[in-house]
């Protein structure tokens, strides 16, 4: 039930259910996402990712959040690249859920709430994300949060050795 989703700002402890996610995950994950050090899948590997991420978002420039269902963390959302001037005001948005968490509501949930935040605590004008062109459920998750495609990357990210095109989407926030 997607109504038990919530996110938070990521925090140190949340390194170990990640890199176990990211661990059994692995293989599903492949073909959306670039390839990791074997480390990324790790507790220890987690752990010093996240001490970037929340180096960023002491800078400003994102805000690093854990999914969670029922109190347990099942995946990220992280709002990336921010641009918070006046002019600007638009920052990026990336998402995943665990497969044991998948079909099941939540990534859309986190996705609405990181809109919110967005708009709300961060201030923000325009949200960005971008998904693989097979990247169905994905797509279907932005489609529900209001994003419309804008266009195609093409050759922009290099996956399980060939590089793919991307779909761009946005939305408007205010």
């Not at 925090?11 to 176990?20: H, K, L, N, S, W």
Request: glycine share 10%.
């Amino acid at each position: 039930m997607p109504g038990r989703t919530r996110i938070r700002l990521i925090e140190p402890a949340d390194a170990a259910p990640i890199a176990a996610h990211r661990a059994r995950d692995a293989d599903a994950f492949r073909r959306w996402e670039p390839a990791q050090p074997p480390e990324h899948l790790t507790a220890a590997g987690q752990a010093e990712r996240i001490d970037r991420l929340l180096a960023g978002h002491r800078a400003g420039t994102l805000w690093p959040g854990a999914v969670l269902a029922d109190g347990e963390v099942i995946g990220q959302v992280t709002v990336g690249g921010i641009l918070p001037q006046p002019h600007l005001r638009r920052a990026s948005l990336g998402y995943w859920t665990a497969t044991t968490a998948q079909n099941q509501g939540h990534a859309g949930r986190a996705v609405a709430l990181a809109l919110r935040l967005m708009a709300d605590e961060l201030g923000l004008h325009r949200v960005e994300a971008s998904t693989n062109l097979e990247n169905l459920p994905s797509q279907r998750v932005l489609r529900r949060n209001g994003f419309t495609p804008y266009g195609v990357a093409h050759s922009s990210i290099l996956l399980d050795g060939s590089w793919h095109d991307a779909l761009l989407w946005e939305r408007l926030l205010d």
